[in-house]
């Protein structure tokens, strides 16, 4: 399988909030959040849904997780719970949550990381497959991208500066090529984005 992450960012590249104007996704002050909804058109939600159909495992943060869990996980959804694409693929697939602090989760088919995470994500990897995915959960993302282990990035780029916020790339961090292999816009905005990590980059000197 190879390894995907998927974010919706804004321009300014923030991740938080973008869906939800949750506590957890107000730390920090925070109070842009839900973001991201507004911007999303029946072609964009179309895209998203196929996203998580191609997946055949998912791979979470401890927060990210405990988001999902809370929502797609606890049928909080009602009748389109069980006919929603995405519901569908969270709740019928193999979950895996990298944390060394969350012991007892509630979600079905979830497997808690906490041990050689970068060993046993190489192992998951090497199953057949199409994708392992990973939704949001930017610290992951940071540390999968320095550990060189993400194979394909998604990114959403919303038509929105919000000014405030967690970004999904720190200020100082690994500096990494991209090979861009797809693109798309979308009526109201949304432009998608599709990168491989291709080493680091050239500089003129």
Not at 20 to 41: I, K, M, Q, V
Not at 117 to 127: D, F, M, Q, R, S
Not at 133 to 148: K, N
Request: hydrophobic share 35%.
């Amino acid at each position: 399988m190879k390894l995907t992450t998927t974010t919706q960012v804004s321009v300014d590249g923030v991740m938080q909030g973008n869906g939800h104007a949750t506590d957890e996704e107000r730390r920090g002050g925070f109070e842009r959040g839900g973001w991201s909804r507004p911007l999303f058109d029946n072609e964009a939600m179309t895209f998203v849904e196929q996203v998580y159909q191609r997946a055949d495992a998912f791979l979470f943060g401890r927060k990210t997780y405990e988001i999902f869990a809370d929502s797609w996980g606890s049928g909080s959804w009602g009748a389109d719970q069980g006919i929603n694409p995405i519901s569908v693929a969270l709740n019928t697939r193999p979950k895996y949550v990298a944390s060394t602090t969350l012991t007892d989760p509630q979600w079905a088919d979830t497997t808690v990381l906490s041990n050689d995470v970068a060993a046993t994500i190489g192992e998951l990897k090497a199953k057949p497959g199409d994708e392992l995915q990973v939704h949001g959960s930017g610290a992951l993302t940071r540390w999968l991208l320095e550990s060189e282990l993400v194979d394909e990035i998604n990114l959403l780029v919303c038509p929105v500066v919000l000014g405030q916020g967690t970004r999904l790339f720190p200020d100082t961090g690994p500096d990494i090529a991209l090979d861009l292999v797809d693109s798309r816009t979308f009526p109201k905005g949304i432009v998608m984005q599709v990168y491989r990590p291709a080493g680091r980059p050239e500089y003129t000197t």
